[in-house]
């Protein structure tokens, strides 16, 4: 339904405004980020300007987007308002993007620094392409005045952010800077005694439509991520978090604290990639560039060839993939828990 109303903003302008409404005030926010997007397309101010102020980041993504590609710098109060409250990773980046080329510099600039330092708090690896783009903005917009504010994250816990604050104080000033980053430790490898028992164990995610999704694990191929995820299920991380991406014919893609791509558990993990084929069944692990594992999943829905050896699998559906060709856009995992198997030959 979402969808369609969205495609007949297109053809059927006058026939997508009389179902605006109900997509607007819709009690699941991945119908009114949809809404967002059809306002958008219908030029609708009014309404875009409501969602921009909803209690989900998410539509408010997608709200301000919008309203920033039809209004240009027009919309930059509200947008500069929107950055100083907001904490949501897509959010920001999105936000940073929509303020390159404002007039409003220094309030742009101050709006950025504010939105770094309160994103550089939690120390998460996985806020990177925000905190990145707000460097960028800063870039921009700032002057040599805001040199002190910029130089600590010469020493932070990212390699990248480090080195693009030395690339930011350099552009101000013409001198050279060097980044003395002081990374985070990263998740450590399984004992045994954990390889054992994720070699017998199947993560079972228990969706809130009915039915469920059963995952074996390959803890000797991708050790650390399926740890991870071992993890994330047996302490109830998972629980109430949803599939945010449906693409058919291609992957469903969950597991976000935020219910987006950008929002991820805090630290990355590497890569490891084997030789495993990515069949429709395995269970990959969602990264934006190499060693960037942020703790989000997906099940491949057909044979995705072109991905093998760039993604890490760390498991493989054995049951319920009728469960998972039937997922839809914000579907809820209600609960993950895990089923442990006596091992072969063991007796009673």
Known sequence: ?????????????SLARSFLPDLVTHSSPFARAYGAQAAGRLQDSEALRELADDPSPNVRTAALQELGTLEGHDADSVILTSLSQGGDPQLVLSLAGLLLGTERRAEAAEAALSALERLSEARWQTLRDARLALLALVEETGTVA????????????????????????ESWTGKSYLGAPRPMERLPLPTVEEL???????????????????????PFQ???NALRLFKQAEEGVLDGLTFHRVAANFVIQGGSPGANEFAGH??????????????????????????????????NLVDNLRLDHDYTILGVVTAGMDVAYQVLEGDVIERATIRSESPVGSGG
Do not use: C
Not at 266 to 277: A, N, P, Q, S, W
């Open 222 to 224: 991708a050790p650390t």
């Open 1 to 13: 339904y979402k969808r369609q109303v969205l495609a007949l903003a297109t053809v059927d302008p």
């Open 266 to 299: 805090g630290t990355f993990t590497r890569d490891e990639v084997g030789l495993h084929v990515q069949w429709s069944g395995t269970v990959g692990l969602s990264t934006r560039g190499r060693n960037t594992g942020d703790g989000q999943i997906y099940v």
């Open 146 to 169: 805001a040199l002190s504010e910029v130089e600590p994250y010469l020493r932070d816990y990212d390699p990248a952010v480090a080195r693009r604050a030395a690339s930011v104080m």
């Open 196 to 218: 054992r028992e994720m070699a017998q164990a199947t993560v079972v995610l228990h969706m809130a439509r009915g039915g469920s999704i059963e995952i074996r694990l390959l």
